[in-house]
């Protein structure tokens, strides 16, 4: 499918703004700016397994469209919800555990990137992974 494949990050656009509104301490919000994601995307019919790896943690997880999952941010925050597609675009939905706001995360191929567009609390940041 169109998303397999390794991506690491390449750029993020309004991310450390993204991350204060998201109550992200500023130390954690410096480190998390370089954080050298890489992320493994191997999707089988509508089951994904994805792989994180970061400066921070390393994470392994499945999820199958429509079926709602719970993971955890890399600083912790819970999150329950889950991804969908809207035509070749991705999209996620997830409430957090602690204050029931909704973060809406995007994942669509444009050109040979992948961009990755969050949205939460009014406050929009995007990431750009290349294939790697």
């Known amino acids: ?42 999707q089988t019919g509508d089951k994904f397994v994805v ?14 469209l429509g079926v709602t999952f719970e993971y955890a941010l890399a600083d912790g925050t819970m999150l329950s919800g889950s991804w969908g597609m809207e035509g070749d675009m991705m999209k996620g939905t997830f409430t957090r555990k602690d204050n029931g706001k909704v973060l809406t995360t995007t994942r669509d191929i444009v050109g040979d990137e992948l961009v ?10 995007k990431r750009i992974f290349k294939r790697g």
């Open 1 to 42: 499918m169109t998303y397999n494949g390794t991506w690491k990050v390449d750029r993020s656009e309004n991310y450390e703004k993204f991350m204060e509104q998201m109550g992200v301490n500023m130390v954690k919000r410096k480190l998390a700016a370089h954080d050298n994601l890489k992320i493994i995307l191997e």
């Open 51 to 64: 792989k994180e790896a970061s400066t921070f943690r390393t994470l392994d997880m499945e999820f199958t």
């Open 116 to 125: 990755q567009i969050y949205s939460y609390d009014g406050v929009e940041a």
